[in-house]
Structures are given as C-alpha cells and as structure tokens.
C-alpha cells in the first residue's frame, strides 16, 4: 500500500504552535510532549487516511482525538491536509469554517 502525504497546513501549525504555548505556561516539558504526540497522531493517516470518524460538524471532514483535542483533517486526490486542532470549548464550527476558508 502507498503512502499518502499528510501535509499540515499554515492554519494547523499555528494551533499547535499555540497549544503548546498554552501548556507551557505550566510546564514546558508538557508543552513540547504533548504537542509532539499530537503532530506524531497524524502519522498514521500515511497508511490509515480513513482512521478518523468523520466529524459531526462537518462530514467533508475527519478527526483524530488525543485528549479532547481534534485534529481535523481532509482527504484529497493529493492527499491529507490537517486544517486545524480544536482545544476543549473551542468553537468547533466555527475552527473548522475558518480553516477551510484559508
């Protein structure tokens, strides 16, 4: 089976880069653990594409959850494009609208 190439966009690494900011607020070792198994999550989508449920709010779209973060994700003839990482009481509408749009 082929490879498929995961690409994050602009938009998702900026979540992540604010996520971990967030965390490290507390503890920077946590901070770069856990954005480091989020970013190592997506991996699987190489081999898997389709392992994540579809999301609820956008069937377009699939996810991947660690933690009560969603990383969402499309599938394309190209491959996979990570749009973003919804944080708990993120509006997930509204992350999900806005990374599509860029």
Known sequence: MAKTTV??????KFDLSEIGSYI???SP????EF?????ELTVQLQKFPMSGP??????????LTLEGYRIIYEISEKGIDVLTIISPG????????SAKKR
């Open 54 to 63: 579809f999301c609820q709010e956008d069937p377009t779209c699939r996810q």
């Open 29 to 32: 070792t946590r901070a770069v």
């Open 24 to 26: 490290a607020e507390d």
């Open 7 to 12: 690409v994050w966009t602009t938009n998702a």
């Open 90 to 97: 993120r509006d997930a509408v509204r992350a999900i609208d």
């Open 35 to 39: 954005t480091q198994r989020l970013f």
